[in-house]
């Protein structure tokens, strides 16, 4: 996948910079015409005129059709890789999901949406991440930096259903008890898109609500990372609480900062620094705007968590030649049961200790 992911980026760099030269020839040729009085006018001006633009439609049409072989080579390749793909790199349209079983081991990476380029939208290049994560996610409920036509609340659902969506493909990318979800709503306004997960029982616990929620919820987790953090630095790890849940930890935070005090937001950005390194990872629906009381305290914070949006946006940039990539969240098909299906199946596997 990475291999054409960086063949998609190229090809598509390739076709663009050839296109850029047809037009600064072009260009050239076309000044260099107006340049003499001789050729401003009569045929021979037209001529000229005409025989530069043949030039650059030539040159267009050469890499067009260059970019065009390769890309449906690019294509063929995704025919046969897609439905090869196992769960954790699946979409979910996928039948590998109709006949999900709980892994074993933990899978390498995991697929945070698709990736396409305009030269090309109908070719989409799965977008994975290593695991574990070594970033938290910031799932963008605002308005900024996007073209969407969906308004302000239905943004929002369509976040939160993004980060269910999420969470649930983390689930079952994992062995039964090797991921704990934790969830903070502080206002109670994802009571309907949590209901997967809670009716799964694939939570640790109801999703915490109000400030003494808000504070439970990240004072057990700060804690968590300050004993790993000593055991892994003292090169006693043997030596922590047996009772506590040595797996991988994930804290979905809904609306923030609402419900947040000034410790909560230090610990959420404690969460996001230090966590990863012991296993304790954050996913955050939220909007910037609702935070800016805070001002340029929270940059650190929003830089260290990986932007995805709940809609298509071109906020991405490959790491190659910097294209601005179309995101679009992994969503399961209109109607489908997938998602539920899936939930249920890793619920049993944990509350049995079976695949």
Same mark, same amino acid.
């Given at each position: 996948m990475w291999g054409m992911f960086e063949d998609l980026a190229r090809t598509a760099a390739a076709y663009r910079s050839a296109v850029d030269f047809a037009e600064s020839r072009m260009e050239q040729e076309l000044d260099k015409v107006l340049s003499d009085p001789r050729s401003r006018i009569g045929n021979?001006? &037209?001529? =000229? +005129? /005409? #025989?530069?633009?043949?030039?650059?439609?030539? $040159?267009? &049409?050469? =890499? +067009? /059709? #260059?970019?065009?072989?390769?890309?449906?080579? $690019?294509?063929?390749? =995704?025919?046969?890789?897609?439905p090869a793909l196992p769960p954790a790199f699946a979409d979910w349209s996928s039948p590998v999901w109709h006949a999900y079983r709980a892994p074993m081991e933990i899978p390498m990476a995991l697929r945070l949406g698709n990736l396409h380029l305009p030269e090309r939208p109908d070719l989409r290049i799965p977008m994975l991440v290593r695991l574990p994560l070594e970033r938290g996610l910031w799932i963008d409920s605002g308005r900024s930096g996007t073209d969407s036509l969906a308004d302000a609340d239905q943004l929002r659902r369509l976040a939160l259903d993004s980060a269910v969506a999420h969470t649930a493909r983390l689930l079952a990318s994992y062995p039964p008890g090797a991921f704990t979800v934790h969830v903070i709503d502080a206002a109670g306004t994802g009571t309907a898109a949590f209901a997967p997960l809670v009716s799964?029982?694939?939570?640790?616990?109801?999703?915490?609500?109000?400030?003494?929620?808000?504070?439970?919820a990240?004072?057990?987790?700060?804690?968590?990372?300050?004993?790993?953090?000593?055991?892994?630095?003292?090169?006693?790890?043997d030596a922590l609480p047996p009772d506590l849940d040595t797996g991988e930890q994930l804290l979905v935070?809904?609306?923030?900062?609402?419900?947040?005090?000034?410790?909560?937001?230090t610990q959420l950005r404690y969460l996001a620094d230090e966590?990863?390194?012991?296993?304790?990872?954050?996913?955050?629906?939220?909007?910037?705007?609702?935070?800016?009381?805070?001002?340029?305290?929270?940059?650190?914070?929003w830089r260290a968590l990986l932007r995805v949006t709940p809609v298509p946006d071109d906020h991405l940039a490959d790491p190659w030649v910097g294209h601005a990539w179309t995101y679009e969240p992994p969503m399961p098909p209109p109607g489908s049961q997938v998602l539920s299906h899936v939930l249920q199946r890793v619920g049993e596997a944990r509350r049995t200790g079976s695949r």
């Open positions: 021979t001006g &037209d001529a =000229a +005129r /005409a #025989a530069a633009r043949a030039r650059h439609g030539d $040159l267009v &049409d050469q =890499a +067009r /059709a #260059a970019l065009d072989r390769d890309l449906a080579q $690019l294509a063929a390749e =995704a025919e046969v890789v897609e799964a029982g694939v939570l640790d616990g109801p999703p915490a609500t109000g400030a003494a929620g808000v504070t439970a990240l004072t057990r987790l700060t804690q968590r990372v300050d004993l790993v953090q000593m055991a892994v630095r003292g090169g006693v790890a935070v809904n609306d923030f900062p609402h419900g947040f005090d000034d410790r909560a937001v966590g990863p390194a012991v296993g304790v990872h954050l996913m955050m629906v939220a909007d910037r705007e609702d935070a800016s009381e805070y001002g340029p305290l929270l940059d650190p914070l």
